[in-house]
Nanobody, 119 residues
């Protein structure tokens, strides 16, 4: 399983970006997908998650501004980010969690995509 994240970049505060993460292999439709972010010196933080059934969850700081969605036909998860703030700047990682897979093959990470927000 490989994850390829894209869509990061430099944006002004108040702007928008859409991150995408394509997952290779056959487990996407049965897996929960998440976006995490990390800044230097801090722990990786869960930003948003979507279950295989489409239920979503967000960290409080992004509620109302970010939307996670998935396209099972394209093995892709998205993170639409709006009203971006300087504190949203981080490397964003996508994660796949397959609860039905063997324990050694349940979770995988993408390579990360940098989001920079100028004030």
């Amino acid at each position: 399983v490989q994850l390829q994240a894209s869509g990061g970049g430099l944006v002004q505060a108040g702007g928008s970006l859409r991150l995408s993460c394509v997952v290779s292999g056959s487990i996407f439709s049965i897996s929960d997908m998440s976006w995490y972010r990390q800044v230097p010196g801090k722990q990786r933080e869960l930003v948003a998650a979507i279950t295989s059934g489409g239920r979503t969850n967000y960290v409080d700081s992004v509620k109302g501004r970010f939307t996670i969605s998935r396209d099972n036909a394209k093995n892709t998860v998205f993170l639409q980010m709006s009203s971006l703030k300087p504190e949203d700047a981080a490397v964003y990682y996508c994660n796949v969690y397959c609860r039905y897979c063997d324990i050694a093959r349940r979770t995988y990470w993408g390579q990360g995509t940098q989001v920079t927000v100028s004030s």
